[in-house]
Structures are given as structure tokens and as C-alpha cells.
């Protein structure tokens, strides 16, 4: 009897976790200091073609995202909807509320879960807008590193797959990178491999960066093989160089618990070679990933055996919990590196991921070209190359068919574009429907030409800042919350002086505004003009401090701001409150400082951001002995950014270079330099 191909099934899956909590309803002006970036030095060394895409229209913000930074790490039973593919062979578990994350791949004969399978889900700060959680198979488009979306809804329906049977679709649009893309996953009958097939699409008319890798987290008691002998090796001290695999600085670096610190190892596969990457235990079983050949780069993460390696492994989920590494796959060499797709084109590709079973004498011997060879042997033995290319071409026509039964819904954002350019986007309908109240005063601007009057004391919502938006914005009445906008995306543009302009503007008319109070503080300390910095942050937050006055005086339990629910007054508070105290800090003004943190709400400074915060205060007040029983207490800076070193060195600060406790060491360099 023959078997059939995929089926889907709604379910839930109840896990620890901790809530995400609010966005920061304060717009990101400025880059955040990601991990992926390149200490200038190191770019002259570079393969031309690797220096010229490292430095093809580098990301300068976040905008029109916003931070996610308001989780904690108190975390309770939270049951959520999922989405599970299952043919003979696989069951595949898939998160469609955060960012279609697959969450367990099971090899259903062995009863073998295939990937690092997180236990909880807890929110740390590796994506580039912030909250990101490990464990399973994540896709990465946008601006770099973790994408946005790691911890946001995306759309999902089932749809045509190429042998008859249905696929799960997956599909959003990518504010960061202004472009739509998809990923369609099904599971041929009787396979022991799941396809995925990847368009990202570029409607405009002009070309724009692209940029796509996914991330696979894996037990980290494995060898990693990919078709490679050289990799470039890039660590924390964010140096790019070229090394042999395996062997490097004496040790065998394709063992992820070999590296002392957390490190990527970017292979470099020749245009000649089929593209893939295992991990593979110590009885040569594990998964294998491969691809066709528009997936170029593959790559392993490990978090290394120093201290601070594994303190990060611990702090992302439970302890007692096993170890992971990540293997990777994107459309360039290396991370740090962004591709140009054209107008009015598209990049798609086909992937899949499955159970390899090798001869663990020869995948874990010496001789590495004979360990890649059997791994890539079994691999073709178990999916030939041949078969994988004739499935993405027979893929390809199904990708623009309509999805029959929407099974999740994304964001409204992609329905508000389609609307604004009447785009034709075959198979990811961005439907009407999914407006909600963020996209409302922007649907309003595009339909009317007027942005929509601030009411009482609203939030405004995150600000759209590609050109066509922003010519909307400029020829819109110069009421403050539109002028306080078009600063906003003419910051992002590049023209500060006009984004200054437009932010006076806005204050003329209504004084302690304190949004734009808030934007013209940055635009202060980002001109070295620090003190009128400081100054503009304190007016901001007692702006913001006599709104919720009014509100409560007004018998208000609470506001949403009807220009995007990015969260109310107490929010907004606590986030200017710590933008506030770093600023007078930074000048010397403890004393106003610390008026501000005692005008925080006390469930604001129980915090551990906020608890970071009185230590440096308490330090700057020269108490030094309560600074450091603020660490003897015990705090958590729950939204601690990787590769930050904020915690260690204040403790360093504080007790003139005594050894950083467990508990505060996340450190994932050498602490003198260099790689080892």
C-alpha cells in the first residue's frame, strides 16, 4: 500500500517560558552594536569579493523595527499554538508564532530527536532587535546575525506541494530589508528528509541588499564536517581570518567542546562541491543539511569551555540541560556579508535536513578528506544531488500557487506595502484583513495625506521609514506627532540636520512633547553636545512623569496608544528613566541622577537592568562598599546583549579586579585579545 506524502495538524505544546513582555516605544536611532561587525583592520586583508559585500550598504538601524527588550526571566507554563508536519519517517514541530521556528525534528524509525530541542523558552538579547531564544531551526533574513522576526508571528497556510500532496507555507515581510520572503516545508512520502524551500523576493525598483542564513542548533557532542579545507575564523574580537580545518592553533577545531571561546568558523566551499554540513556523534549518527547551490556559506558556531561560554549556555535555558552549537547556511561566505538582488527579481533556493548515519571510524579519524568524503558519500547515497535539484525545480511553480487554508496570521505590515504599490506577490497573499492598529494611522496617511492627530496622552507607534513613507510624511499638515515621524525617518535617511529641524518643529507647537524631546537628546550626545543632551532627557522624562500624572488624575487604568500599542506611559517610563540616568551620568550629574531613579516606579528599579544601573550610581556616589552589595544581593540584566561586558567589568569597577564571579561572567573573548 502506498504511503502518503505530508500531512499537517494544528496542536500545542506547553513549555517554560518567560513572556516577552512590551517592545521599547523608544524609536532605535542609532546602531546597535552587534557582534557581526568587522574591526576596520581586518577589511584590507579580505578577498576583494568578500571586502565588497562585507561593505555593500552596511545597516545603519533598526528602524522601522523596535527594540524587544521588555522580558524578564520569570518563567511559568505557557501552552502555544503549533504546527506539525508528519510523514513515515519525520515529525516536524513548527512555532509559527515565533518566527516559524522548527521546534523538533523526530526521526520517527529511531525515535532520534534531530536537533538541540530547547526545554524552555527563554527570551536573551542575540537578535538584532533584541529577544531571541535557542534550540531548533530558525531562518535569518534581514539585516544580520539573529533576524527581527526571531520572536515575532509570521503567516502560515497550507498550500500545493509538488507530489500531490500539502505543504506548509511560511511567509512575511521583513520591515528591516523592506522585502517579502517565504519558506515552504514538506516532507516527501517515505522520506527521511524535510524540504524547505526559500524565496526571498525584491518587488521595488531598485536593487536592494539581501541578506539569509539559516541557523540549526545542534548537541554540541559532535563533529562538524562540511566540504572544506580552510575556514575564516571569527571571534568576539571581531577579526576575520583564514585557517585550515581542521586543525588550528593546535587543536581540532571541527569539535565544537576543542574552542576555549565562542567563535564562528565560516567554511569556505569551493563553487565545485555540493553544498552541506553534518554533525555527527561519536557513532557517526546525527543530521546532515544540504541545499542547493544559491546557499552557498556554511558555518559552525560553538560556545567554547571557558567560563563565559558556558554561563551563556546555562543562562538560555535550564540547568542540567546539554550543551548545543549551531550549524548554519546562508547565501555569502560569511555573516558580516550582504548580496545584492536587482529589481524586480527574486533569490530561491531548496533545503533539506535529515538523519545521516556514517562510519564513525572514519567521520572521527585523522585524516580529514577521507572523513568528508564519507560523510558526503552517505549523503549522496541517502539524497543524491540529482534528486535534491529536480525537487527545487519541480518546487518552483508551486511557490506562486495561492495557500488553500490560512493556519496562522503575521503582522499587517506587508498588507499595508501591498495596498500603497498594488504589487503583485503570487503565492504570499498579504490580505487586507490583516491590518491592525499599528498600520492604522499609516493607512491613514496614505489614504487622506494627514497623519491622525495624537489623542491624550497615546505612545506613538514604531515609524515607517523608507522613502516613499517619508515623502507621504513631508507633504503632510506640520502637526507635532507628524513632524516628530518624519524626524524619525529622516534621521534613518541620513539627513540629521533636517530630522533636527523637523523635531523643533514639533516642540514649537507643543513644548513637552516629550518624543521629540527624547529624539533631539540623542541628536545631541550623537554631536558631542552632551550637557544639552542631559538636559532634554531630564525635560523628557518629567514630560512624561506629568502625563501620567494627568492620567491617573483623569482615573485612567491604562493607555494604548492607538498609533501602535507599542506600550504605555509606565513603559515609556522606565525606558527613558534608564536613557535619562546614563545620560546625567555621563556628565557627572550624579545627584539629578539619582533623583531620576527615585522617581522610577519600584517595580521599575527591582529590575535588573535597573539594579545594574544603582550600582554604577552608587559607585559614581563613591559607595563603593553598597555598590558591590548590590552584587552580593544577586541580580539578573534579564536583556543582557551578546558579546556585552557591562556586568563583569563594573564588578571589576567596584572591586579593583577581583575574579568575576560565575553569575556575572559572560565574557566570549580572551580577556588580553586575540584568538585561542
Same mark, same amino acid.
Given at each position: 500500500?502506498?504511503?502518503?506524502?505530508?500531512?499537517?495538524?494544528?496542536?500545542?505544546?506547553?513549555?517554560?517560558? +518567560?513572556?516577552?513582555?512590551?517592545? &521599547?516605544?523608544?524609536?532605535?536611532?542609532?546602531?546597535?552594536?552587534?557582534?557581526?561587525?568587522?574591526?576596520?583592520?581586518?577589511?584590507? /586583508?579580505?578577498?576583494?569579493?568578500?571586502?565588497?559585500?562585507?561593505? @555593500?550598504?552596511?545597516?545603519?538601524?533598526?528602524?522601522?523595527?523596535?527594540?524587544?527588550?521588555?522580558?524578564?526571566?520569570?518563567?511559568?507554563?505557557?501552552?502555544?499554538?503549533?504546527?506539525?508536519?508528519?510523514?513515515?519517517?519525520? #515529525?516536524?514541530?513548527? =512555532?509559527?508564532?515565533?518566527?516559524?521556528?522548527?521546534?523538533?525534528?523526530?526521526?520517527?524509525?529511531?525515535?532520534?530527536?534531530?536537533?538541540?530541542? &530547547?526545554?524552555?523558552?527563554?527570551? $536573551?538579547?542575540?537578535?538584532?532587535?533584541? !529577544?531571541?531564544?535557542?534550540?531548533?531551526?530558525?531562518?535569518?533574513?534581514?539585516?544580520?546575525?539573529?533576524?527581527?522576526?526571531?520572536?515575532?508571528?509570521?503567516?502560515? +497556510?497550507?498550500?500545493?506541494?509538488?507530489?500531490?500532496?500539502?505543504?506548509?507555507?511560511?511567509?512575511?515581510?521583513?520591515?528591516?530589508?523592506? =522585502?517579502?520572503?517565504?519558506?515552504?516545508?514538506?516532507?516527501?512520502?517515505?522520506?527521511?528528509?524535510?524540504?524547505?524551500?526559500?524565496?526571498?523576493?525584491?518587488?521595488?525598483?531598485?536593487?536592494?541588499?539581501?541578506?539569509?542564513?539559516?541557523?540549526? $542548533?545542534?548537541?554540541?557532542?559532535?563533529?562538524?564536517?562540511?566540504?572544506?579545507?580552510?575556514?575564516?575564523?571569527?571571534?568576539?574580537?571581531?577579526?576575520?581570518?583564514?585557517?585550515?580545518?581542521?586543525?588550528?592553533?593546535?587543536?581540532?577545531?571541527?569539535?565544537?567542546?576543542?574552542?576555549?571561546?565562542?567563535?564562528?568558523?565560516?567554511?569556505?566551499?569551493?563553487?565545485?562541491?555540493?553544498?552541506?554540513? !553534518?554533525?555527527?556523534?561519536?557513532?557517526?549518527?546525527?543530521?546532515?543539511?544540504?541545499?542547493?547551490?544559491?546557499?552557498?556559506?556554511?558555518?559552525?558556531?560553538?560556545?567554547?569551555?571557558?567560563?563565559?561560554?558556558?554561563?551563556?549556555?546555562?543562562?538560555?535555558?535550564?540547568?542540567?540541560?546539554?550543551?548545543?552549537?549551531?550549524?548554519?547556511?546562508?547565501?555569502?561566505?560569511?555573516?558580516?556579508?550582504?548580496?545584492?538582488?536587482?529589481?524586480?527579481?527574486? %533569490?530561491?533556493?531548496?533545503?533539506? @535536513?535529515?538523519?545521516?548515519?556514517?562510519?564513525?571510524?572514519?567521520?572521527?579519524?585523522?585524516?580529514?578528506?577521507?572523513?568528508?568524503?564519507?560523510?558526503?558519500?552517505?549523503?549522496?547515497?541517502?539524497?543524491?544531488?540529482?534528486?535534491?535539484?529536480?525537487?527545487?525545480?519541480?518546487? %518552483?511553480?508551486?511557490?506562486?500557487?495561492?495557500?488553500?487554508?490560512?493556519?496562522?496570521?503575521?503582522? *499587517?505590515?506587508?498588507?499595508?506595502?501591498?495596498?500603497?504599490? !498594488?504589487?503583485?506577490?503570487?503565492?504570499?497573499?498579504?490580505?487586507?484583513?490583516?491590518?491592525?492598529?499599528?498600520?492604522?494611522?499609516?493607512?491613514?496617511?496614505?489614504?487622506?495625506?494627514?497623519?491622525?492627530?495624537?489623542?491624550?496622552?497615546?505612545?506613538? *507607534?514604531?515609524?515607517?521609514?523608507?522613502?516613499?513613507?517619508?515623502?507621504?510624511?513631508?507633504?503632510?499638515?506640520?502637526?507635532?506627532?507628524?513632524?516628530?515621524?518624519?524626524?524619525?525617518?529622516?534621521?534613518?535617511?541620513?539627513?540629521? $540636520?533636517?530630522?533636527?529641524?523637523?523635531?523643533?518643529?514639533?516642540?514649537?507647537? /507643543?513644548? !513637552?512633547?516629550?518624543?521629540?524631546?527624547?529624539?533631539?537628546?540623542?541628536?545631541? #550626545?550623537?554631536?558631542?553636545?552632551?550637557?544639552?543632551?542631559?538636559?532634554?532627557?531630564?525635560?523628557?522624562?518629567?514630560?512624561?512623569?506629568?502625563?501620567?500624572?494627568?492620567?491617573?488624575?483623569?482615573?485612567?487604568?491604562g493607555v494604548t496608544g492607538a498609533h501602535g500599542g507599542a506600550g504605555d506611559l509606565a513603559v515609556v517610563g522606565a525606558a527613558l528613566g534608564h536613557e535619562t540616568i546614563e545620560a546625567l551620568l555621563a556628565v557627572g550629574r550624579t545627584g539629578t541622577a539619582r533623583a531620576v531613579w527615585q522617581r522610577l516606579d519600584p517595580a521599575t528599579r527591582a529590575r535588573g537592568r535597573?539594579?545594574?544601573?544603582?550600582?554604577?550610581? %552608587?559607585?559614581?556616589?563613591?559607595?563603593?562598599?553598597?555598590?558591590?552589595?548590590?552584587?552580593?544581593?544577586?541580580?539578573?540584566?534579564?536583556?543582557?546583549?551578546?558579546?556585552?561586558?557591562?556586568?563583569?567589568?563594573?564588578?571589576?569597577?567596584?572591586?579593583?579586579?577581583?575574579?568575576?564571579?560565575?553569575?556575572?561572567?559572560? #565574557?566570549?573573548?580572551?580577556?588580553?585579545?586575540?584568538?585561542?
Amino acid at each position: 500500500m502506498p504511503s502518503t506524502a505530508t500531512t499537517v495538524r494544528r496542536d500545542r505544546l506547553t513549555l517554560p517560558a +518567560a513572556e516577552l513582555g512590551p517592545d &521599547n516605544p523608544l524609536p532605535p536611532l542609532c546602531p546597535v552594536d552587534a557582534p557581526q561587525r568587522l574591526d576596520s583592520r581586518s577589511l584590507a /586583508a579580505l578577498p576583494r569579493d568578500m571586502a565588497r559585500q562585507i561593505a @555593500y550598504a552596511p545597516p545603519e538601524s533598526l528602524l522601522p523595527e523596535r527594540l524587544r527588550d521588555g522580558y524578564e526571566r520569570d518563567r511559568r507554563p505557557v501552552t502555544l499554538d503549533t504546527l506539525v508536519l508528519e510523514n513515515t519517517r519525520l #515529525r516536524v514541530t513548527v =512555532l509559527p508564532g515565533l518566527g516559524g521556528r522548527v521546534h523538533s525534528l523526530l526521526h520517527k524509525p529511531t525515535g532520534r530527536e534531530l536537533l538541540y530541542r &530547547n526545554p524552555v523558552l527563554q527570551p $536573551a538579547g542575540f537578535a538584532v532587535n533584541g !529577544a531571541w531564544f535557542s534550540g531548533g531551526i530558525e531562518w535569518n533574513v534581514g539585516l544580520g546575525g539573529h533576524g527581527a522576526l526571531a520572536c515575532a508571528p509570521v503567516h502560515a +497556510a497550507l498550500a500545493p506541494a509538488p507530489d500531490g500532496g500539502v505543504l506548509l507555507r511560511l511567509w512575511e515581510w521583513e520591515r528591516v530589508s523592506d =522585502l517579502p520572503f517565504q519558506v515552504d516545508l514538506w516532507l516527501p512520502a517515505d522520506s527521511d528528509f524535510l524540504y524547505a524551500g526559500v524565496r526571498i523576493r525584491n518587488p521595488h525598483e531598485h536593487p536592494a541588499p539581501a541578506y539569509w542564513w539559516t541557523n540549526i $542548533a545542534v548537541p554540541e557532542d559532535r563533529r562538524v564536517l562540511a566540504p572544506a579545507d580552510a575556514a575564516w575564523h571569527f571571534g568576539y574580537e571581531r577579526t576575520l581570518r583564514r585557517i585550515p580545518v581542521p586543525h588550528s592553533g593546535g587543536i581540532d577545531h571541527t569539535y565544537p567542546l576543542n574552542s576555549e571561546y565562542p567563535a564562528d568558523f565560516f567554511y569556505e566551499v569551493t563553487k565545485a562541491r555540493r553544498r552541506w554540513i !553534518a554533525a555527527l556523534d561519536e557513532r557517526g549518527e546525527g543530521l546532515v543539511q544540504t541545499s542547493t547551490g544559491v546557499l552557498r556559506g556554511r558555518k559552525a558556531f560553538v560556545w567554547g569551555t571557558g567560563s563565559g561560554g558556558r554561563r551563556w549556555q546555562e543562562w538560555l535555558t535550564e540547568p542540567g540541560t546539554g550543551g548545543y552549537a549551531e550549524i548554519q547556511a546562508g547565501l555569502a561566505r560569511t555573516q558580516l556579508e550582504r548580496v545584492r538582488l536587482e529589481a524586480e527579481s527574486e %533569490l530561491s533556493w531548496l533545503e533539506a @535536513y535529515g538523519p545521516l548515519s556514517a562510519d564513525p571510524a572514519a567521520v572521527h579519524g585523522d585524516d580529514w578528506p577521507a572523513a568528508r568524503a564519507e560523510a558526503e558519500d552517505r549523503l549522496e547515497s541517502a539524497l543524491p544531488d540529482e534528486v535534491l535539484t529536480a525537487a527545487y525545480e519541480s518546487w %518552483l511553480p508551486y511557490a506562486d500557487l495561492e495557500p488553500d487554508e490560512v493556519l496562522a496570521t503575521g503582522s *499587517g505590515w506587508g498588507a499595508l506595502e501591498v495596498l500603497r504599490t !498594488a504589487w503583485k506577490l503570487p503565492g504570499t497573499p498579504f490580505a487586507e484583513g490583516t491590518l491592525g492598529p499599528e498600520q492604522e494611522p499609516w493607512l491613514t496617511l496614505l489614504r487622506s495625506g494627514a497623519f491622525p492627530l495624537r489623542q491624550g496622552v497615546d505612545v506613538p *507607534g514604531p515609524t515607517l521609514v523608507a522613502p516613499h513613507w517619508r515623502d507621504l510624511l513631508e507633504t503632510a499638515p506640520a502637526k507635532p506627532l507628524a513632524e516628530y515621524h518624519l524626524g524619525v525617518a529622516q534621521w534613518h535617511a541620513g539627513d540629521r $540636520a533636517q530630522a533636527v529641524r523637523s523635531w523643533e518643529r514639533s516642540l514649537a507647537a /507643543a513644548p !513637552a512633547f516629550w518624543p521629540s524631546l527624547r529624539c533631539l537628546a540623542v541628536a545631541d #550626545r550623537e554631536s558631542g553636545h552632551h550637557e544639552r543632551a542631559a538636559d532634554r532627557w531630564a525635560e523628557a522624562f518629567e514630560a512624561v512623569r506629568q502625563e501620567r500624572g494627568a492620567e491617573d488624575a483623569a482615573g485612567a487604568e491604562g493607555v494604548t496608544g492607538a498609533h501602535g500599542g507599542a506600550g504605555d506611559l509606565a513603559v515609556v517610563g522606565a525606558a527613558l528613566g534608564h536613557e535619562t540616568i546614563e545620560a546625567l551620568l555621563a556628565v557627572g550629574r550624579t545627584g539629578t541622577a539619582r533623583a531620576v531613579w527615585q522617581r522610577l516606579d519600584p517595580a521599575t528599579r527591582a529590575r535588573g537592568r535597573f539594579r545594574l544601573l544603582d550600582a554604577r550610581l %552608587l559607585l559614581a556616589e563613591g559607595e563603593r562598599e553598597a555598590a558591590r552589595a548590590v552584587f552580593d544581593e544577586g541580580f539578573e540584566v534579564a536583556d543582557l546583549r551578546e558579546g556585552a561586558e557591562a556586568v563583569g567589568e563594573l564588578w571589576s569597577r567596584i572591586t579593583d579586579g577581583e575574579p568575576v564571579p560565575w553569575r556575572y561572567d559572560f #565574557r566570549m573573548r580572551p580577556p588580553t585579545g586575540g584568538d585561542r
